[in-house]
């Protein structure tokens, strides 16, 4: 049968030939959907035992023999943004939405809250957000195919060349979706979030508006050279941080919500040479307009084919990101006595539910 013809054309011009090679991910077949959770630990105070113990029992529960075990995972510390930058986060992901939602609620961060003491209860904040994305409405990019992290690490999925890259509206067009749908703002101005001024000691729980963005977005240089290494720490690094900081500064232009900027690690806190940034937009446009547009993207990606283009066939340099749309209620958001300024608390209406349900 033909595809039907696109709403919407494709936003690649006529006869274009990308200059440097791309891939994207493609899952096994009969996988319609991926669901993703990132799980966070915030150290507040003198909390080292604590943390020590609810991230042995975070493991534990990542290594569980289960039908409901994630099918790939990675930890981060944080460096930087909507979150503690002493913070550990974890990022696992599975090929189904019913694996991965019996798995959260395996893990049951309330039930590990409500156990703890009445002082590590007061050192301690946990998170997780959600979110399951139609495989229509997901597009992945790798600038190289010998590291593929995120969803790529999942056991089956493959990749393909692809064309549609270094113009402006690409990542739109790898959306399948995009082919009949311009993914709208919602309207927010009903939507605007309760001010929630001190959230210590509660329990806030909320999902997502329509066409919510998310994005995850990664740097890795552990093989490079000395050389290359050098090039890439004192020259694009400080681009990509001049960037998020606008992100994070201009919050009503460039829409971020709930953005962090992670540094991976082993899980024993050996510090990689691989960072993301990794959280959500008000829409795709917000996205867009940013990266098209706005200097301080705009250098990241003249940087970037600069480095390219220095070091050819012999860099080892790689990128790569993975992108939702999102529609209504497709993602989860939830905070145990977390900091005000973590992920989404002051973007979305969340709403406060009482701990005692949850057995304390």
């Given amino acids: 049968m033909a595809c039907p013809i696109r709403t919407y054309p494709l936003l690649q011009p006529a006869n274009h030939k990308p200059p ?22 915030q150290p507040l105070g003198n909390a080292k035992g604590v943390i020590d113990k609810t991230t042995s029992t975070i493991q534990q529960w990542l290594e569980e023999q289960s039908p409901s075990a994630p099918l790939a995972f990675e930890t981060f510390g944080v460096i930087d943004g909507d979150d503690s930058r002493d913070a550990k986060v974890w990022v696992c992901y599975w090929d189904n939405d019913t694996a991965g939602k019996e798995g959260l609620q395996r ?108 994005i995850r977005s990664g740097q890795y240089w552990e093989t490079c050279d000395t050389e290359e290494t050098a090039s890439y720490e004192n020259n694009l690094e400080p681009t990509l941080n001049k960037g998020l900081q606008y992100l994070w500064e201009n919050r009503n232009v460039s829409g971020a919500i709930g953005l962090r900027y992670l540094r991976n690690t082993d899980g024993t806190d050996k510090v990689l040479k691989e960072t993301c940034g990794a959280g959500f937009f008000h829409n795709l ?76």
């Fill in 20 to 41: 440097i090679p791309r891939w994207q991910l493609v899952l096994n077949e009969g996988i319609d959907r991926v669901f993703t959770v990132y799980i966070g630990i």
């Fill in 285 to 360: 446009q917000n996205l867009e307009d940013w990266a098209k547009s706005h200097p301080s993207h705009l250098a990241i990606y003249t940087g970037a084919i600069r480095h390219a283009k220095k070091f050819g066939e012999d860099r080892k340099f790689r990128t790569w990101h993975e992108v939702s749309v999102l529609k209504g209620g497709e993602a989860s958001f939830e905070y145990l006595n977390c900091l005000p300024g973590t992920g989404a608390i002051p973007f979305l209406g969340l709403r406060e539910v009482s701990l005692e349900v949850n057995g304390t």
């Fill in 107 to 214: 893990l049951n961060l309330p039930s590990i809250y409500s156990q703890l003491s009445t002082d590590d209860k007061s050192s301690i904040g946990l998170w997780s957000e959600s979110f399951s994305t139609l495989v229509s409405r997901l597009e992945t990019n790798y600038s190289g195919l010998d590291y593929l992290p995120g969803i790529a690490r999942m056991q089956g999925t493959t990749t393909e060349p692809h064309n549609m890259t270094a113009y402006w509206g690409a990542a739109r067009d790898r959306i399948p979706d995009s082919a009949h749908d311009l993914f709208e703002k919602d309207d927010l101005s009903k939507k605007q979030p309760e001010i929630i001024q001190n959230p210590t000691g509660k329990h806030l729980v909320g999902t997502n508006y329509n066409n919510m963005v998310h």
